[in-house]
């Protein structure tokens, strides 16, 4: 018979009883029992709450909505509307798919199954077996079923000892790979229904939080991203929780496909490759050249006006300066490889910034030349995997709107908030609506090994950066532990017409390469001080840039950023001399314009200037002639009225010279 004290009744009284701390959002302190778990919380506000929380964030980090909170805590209930709730509902989608795959090929085993930008995959081995469309339609009736299951998530810390010998009878040799990198004592068991997983979650409460489901591709992925290492099936879905979502998730998709880049780049004449010169190398082609000038035209006239000077710089740097900048031998996976000349390596640049703070450095500086602003359109080269490139979206040869600012820390505010102002300016020209900023901060658990160790500095960063967002009223959502090496940045995200994301450009403070490449200036009390270092690039690349405005636009671009602006179309030939009359005029006023003379039908000339995208055209016969007047169609719109030549391109030049979308 077991002896209990009173002492050791007591105790186990007052842990059970132990009351704890949680801070919510907005600032409200409310005392839980120790033991609590997030649903709870949610479950104690109201159920309605309760049945839309799928995670929470739990002191800075992702967590179950089940696991129990045993200390004080900040927390943050997660929903589909969080982008961490998202990730978290479409990663344990990712576990729901593997237990269907398991169900329907007995012996599959598994890598990793990460959620993704839209959705989730799974690396999977098949063995010799071959997944077939059929076979998804299938796997996506199972998973609705054992959805329906509503099967719990179940969390198990588990012993290194005890994982490995799971997954040795289960013959996994890609989970024991995973289970070499993880610590005894760090590892978890997730279960739900008949699967089981290695992972660190976390996770939804259960299945039935998955109500729509749509498995969307089936691709070949090496273990490991590595080209010499097997080739195992990776497995795309998506999933939502409720089917309207996903209904409209589809009906983007078809939108998406007819404004695909790839196909509007070749139809416009936009951009081509070819394989003599090299996957992910972009050639750009009159037409999309074009677009290219015009963007630098007003990125130049922005830049200008807010001060920056230009400066050109060469496409390659010796080794010494990446050392110096510290791309290499951290960022060597992600450059081009080294060629040696007079015993000399020479890496093509994969970033500007280190060429630019060589300038900075050529002449002294003191506290009257800063905020010193250089500007350049600079041409970065980057190894990105061949399985990896994708249209304009993903290359090996970008062109960046680059600029750096390097200012005083009582400057810093100033420039940042100009920097972001910038960001709307440009928004607003584009007709973008939509978009969100990711400030990411560091994690003070990783100072001095993924960031800098300077935690004063990083407190001073973040908050300014932070007031700034605050102040210009920007929405943003604030991400732990995704900084740069050497200090916080906004990365933002904008949406094209159709909702689509694209990821534009960063928006980063650095304190710590201006030291590492020892730039100073003198300040007012003569003492040497470094700078803080803005980088920006609100048009992001060309590539990037181009490829979005195209889907944006669905190819049919605004007048100012159209290669071919307006073309004469001359219903005989009769009228030629007049078509080529209007010509010149149009040309003296820099309007870009061209004559059909082609011996066609005028109705085939329409059509394909429609096709064509050209915005508009003057369709001009013996009538016209006589009047001397056009008779103007608007792509996509048809006959707008017939004019006067001057009076056509006073209205046109107007339109140009004020980037106006329609
Ligand atoms: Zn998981
Ligand atoms: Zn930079």
Known sequence: MTQVSKADTIKKYKVLNSMINITFPDGAVRQYEQGVTALDIAKSISEGLARKVIAANVNGETWDATRPITKDAMLKLLTWNDTEGKYTFWHSSAHLMAEAVESMFPGVKFWVGPPAENGFYYDMDLGDRKMSEEDLAALEK???????????????????????????????????????????????FYTQGNFTDLCRGPHIPNTGFIKAIKLTNIAGAYWKGDEKNKQLTRMYGITFPHQKELDEYLQMLEEAKKRDHRKLGKELGIYTMDDD??????????????????????????????????????????????LTSGHLPYYADSMYPPMDLEGEKYYLKSMNCPHHHKIFAAEPKSYRDLPYRIAEYGTVYRYEQSGELFGLMRVR??????????????????????VNEMYLKYFKIFGVDKYVMRLSLHSPEKLGIKYVNEPELWKETETMVRDVLIESNIPYVEVQD???????????????????????????????????????????????????????????????????????????????????????????????AYANEIKLKLRKANIRVEVDDRNEKIGKKIREAELNRVPYMLVVGEKEMNEQKIAVRRQGKGDIGTQPVEEFINMVVDEIQNRRSE
Not at 149 to 167: D, G, H, T
Request: aromatic share 10%; glycine share 6%; charged share 25%.
């Open 277 to 322: 010169v090299g996957p992910g190398l972009i050639m750009w082609m009159p037409n999309g050249t074009v677009i290219i000038e015009e963007l630098e035209k007003l990125a130049k006239e922005t830049e200008e006006a807010a001060g920056y000077k230009r400066v050109v710089t060469p496409h390659i740097a010796k080794e010494s300066m990446y």
């Open 482 to 576: 995704e900084a740069a090496f050497y200090g916080p940045k906004i990365d933002v995200q904008i949406y094209s017409v159709i909702g689509r994301e694209f990821t534009l450009a960063t928006n980063q403070v650095d304190f710590s390469q201006g030291r590492s490449f020892k730039l100073q200036y003198t300040t007012h009390d003569n003492t040497s001080e470094t700078p803080l270092i803005i980088h920006r690039a609100p048009l992001g690349t060309h590539e990037r840039f181009i490829g979005f405005l195209l889907e944006h636009y669905a190819g049919k671009l605004p007048v100012w950023l159209s290669p071919l602006q307006v073309k004469v179309l001359p219903i005989s030939d009769k009228v030629l």
């Open 397 to 418: 040869c970008l062109h960046m709107n680059d600029a750096h600012i390097y200012c005083a820390k009582e400057q810093f505010n100033d420039e940042f908030r100009a």
């Open 142 to 188: 199972k998973m609705n079923e054992l959805a329906k299951q509503n099967n719990p998530y179940i969390r198990k810390e588990i012993p290194k000892a005890e994982a490995v010998q799971y997954f040795t009878k289960k013959g996994d040799e890609y989970k024991l790979d995973l289970l070499q990198g993880l610590k005894d004592g760090e590892i978890t």
